[in-house]
T-cell receptor
Framework: KNEVEQSPQNLTAQEGEFITINCSYS?????LHWLQQHPGGGIVSLFM???GKKKHGRLIATINIQEKHSSLHITASHPRDSAVYIC????????????FGKGTLLTVNP | NAGVTQTPKFQVLKTGQSMTLQCAQD?????MYWYRQDPGMGLRLIYY???????DKGEVPNGYNVSRLNKREFSLRLESAAPSQTSVYFC??????????FGPGTRLLVL
């Protein structure tokens, strides 16, 4: 079973700061997902990536397959970015199962 | 488009009662999933359906059953609820194994 570790568990930032959330996993994967869970509980998928880098607005996700590590960056952070960010990995093959990390709680203060 | 919808939003059950959580998606996705989320733990897969007519166990299937009624609908049944099943339940769907789209969740309390 793949172990997924996220760091930090909690992160507090000031508006405008550059944010980095890290995700490490123990076994080779075919894809890695980043999700956002809003304070109200809703979950939104942000990215799925298997190599390199993806960007959407102020969010950037990178993955290093050799090092079994991914990062989620938020540029020019804003209080509305306050949420739990969750990393999840998918093993190889046709198995659709994801293994989730416990999440990183981000609070951005004005 | 409504995306993924779940009913009910909240439910309180007594130990031993049964109930069915309903999930529907209007994105024509083949794959659907049921997860539970508990404090201090990551989302855990209960059951999933890779395509209409197929279902498979996930990480924590005990105490649950599922039905993939058609391509749109995937229900989760608790036959005899236990306090350990108190949780928030999320349904999700995806096209094959791409990005998953989540429903708003069902908060279940079993007394």
């Amino acid at each position: 079973k793949n172990e997924v570790e996220q760091s930090p568990q909690n992160l507090t930032a000031q508006e405008g700061e550059f944010i980095t959330i890290n995700c490490s996993y123990s076994v080779g994967i075919s894809a890695l997902h980043w999700l956002q869970q809003h304070p109200g509980g809703g979950i939104v998928s942000l990215f799925m990536l298997s190599s390199g880098k993806k960007k959407h607005g102020r969010l950037i996700a990178t993955i290093n397959i050799q090092e079994k590590h991914s990062s989620l960056h938020i540029t020019a952070s804003h209080p509305r970015d306050s949420a739990v960010y969750i990393c999840a990995v998918k093993g190889g093959g046709s198995n659709y199962k994801l293994t989730f990390g416990k999440g990183t709680l981000l609070t951005v203060n004005p | 488009n409504a995306g993924v919808t779940q009913t009910p939003k909240f439910q309180v059950l007594k130990t031993g009662q049964s109930m069915t959580l309903q999930c529907a998606q209007d994105m024509n996705h083949n794959s659907m999933y049921w997860y539970r989320q508990d404090p201090g733990m990551g989302l855990r897969l209960i059951y999933y359906s890779a395509s209409e007519g197929t279902t498979d166990k996930g990480e924590v299937p005990n105490g649950y059953n599922v039905s993939r009624l058609n391509k749109r609908e995937f229900s989760l049944r608790l036959e005899s609820a236990a306090p350990s099943q108190t949780s928030v339940y999320f349904c999700a769907s995806s096209e094959q194994d791409y990005l998953q789209y989540f429903g708003p969740g069902t908060r279940l309390l079993v007394l």
